[in-house]
T-cell receptor, first 109, second 113 residues
Framework: GQNIDQPTEMTATEGAIVQINCTYQ??????LFWYQQHAGEAPTFLSY??LDGLEEKGRFSSFLSRSKGYSYLLLKELQMKDSASYLC??????????WGAGTKLIIKP | IAGITQAPTSQILAAGRRMTLRCTQD?????MYWYRQDLGLGLRLIHY???????GKGEVPDGYSVSRANTDDFPLTLASAVPSQTSVYFC????????????FGPGTRLTVL
């Protein structure tokens, strides 16, 4: 079967670094996506990984290990505006996205 | 119009009523999707369309129908609404490459009483 899991909630301090983990199981895999969703708004695209390794994009980086079914999103130099939910999703063999429930990130001053 | 629009923004509906949620995109994307988002659950796919004239069922299609008469529009219809269909509904679209990013509309908050 298919499943995907990420922590429900995390808290971090402004200026710090936080790592949000995501684990998944699937027989067909076409990449791993991270989206950001502020409360009451639509999800917006952050990153896409299809090969193993780290992809860096400014303050945000995303890592993928296909053999371990594992990804993480790393946020550096946290700002209050980073308070949001972060959604992990893998693309299955039919090119459909299977979504995690999201991790609510709370940033404290 | 720029991107994806959805209407209405929010709606309160009596159980048993028929309702159509509208979705329009101006990016000429081939693929379009309807998701529902409920607290504590991930986005769940209701229906999708890979190209105009074709539709497919997602994870939770029961009680919903869609049509795709042209590239731009992808309406979602609830034939007879029930309280369990209370949710936030997002429409999304994706460009030509199968692994392209999905872009989301602003969502419709639907309450069925």
């Amino acid at each position: 079967g298919q499943n995907i899991d990420q922590p429900t909630e995390m808290t971090a301090t402004e200026g710090a670094i936080v790592q949000i983990n995501c684990t998944y199981q699937t027989s067909g895999f076409n990449g791993l996506f991270w989206y950001q969703q502020h409360a009451g708004e639509a999800p917006t695209f952050l990153s896409y990984n299809v090969l193993d390794g780290l992809e860096e994009k400014g303050r945000f980086s995303s890592f993928l290990s296909r053999s371990k079914g594992y990804s993480y999103l790393l946020l550096k130099e946290l700002q209050m505006k980073d308070s949001a939910s972060y959604l992990c999703a893998f693309m299955d063999s039919n090119y459909q996205l299977i979504w995690g429930a999201g991790t609510k990130l709370i940033i404290k001053p | 119009i720029a991107g994806i629009t959805q209407a209405p923004t929010s709606q309160i509906l009596a159980a048993g009523r028929r309702m159509t949620l509208r979705c329009t995109q101006d990016m000429r994307h081939n693929a379009m999707y309807w998701y529902r988002q409920d607290l504590g659950l991930g986005l769940r796919l209701i229906h999708y369309s890979n190209t105009a004239g074709t539709t497919g069922k997602g994870e939770v299609p029961d009680g919903y129908s869609v049509s795709r008469a042209n590239t731009d529009d992808f309406p979602l219809t609830l034939a007879s609404a029930v309280p369990s269909q209370t949710s936030v509904y997002f429409c999304a679209s994706k460009g030509g490459d199968s692994t392209d990013t999905q872009y989301f509309g602003p969502g419709t908050r639907l309450t069925v009483l």
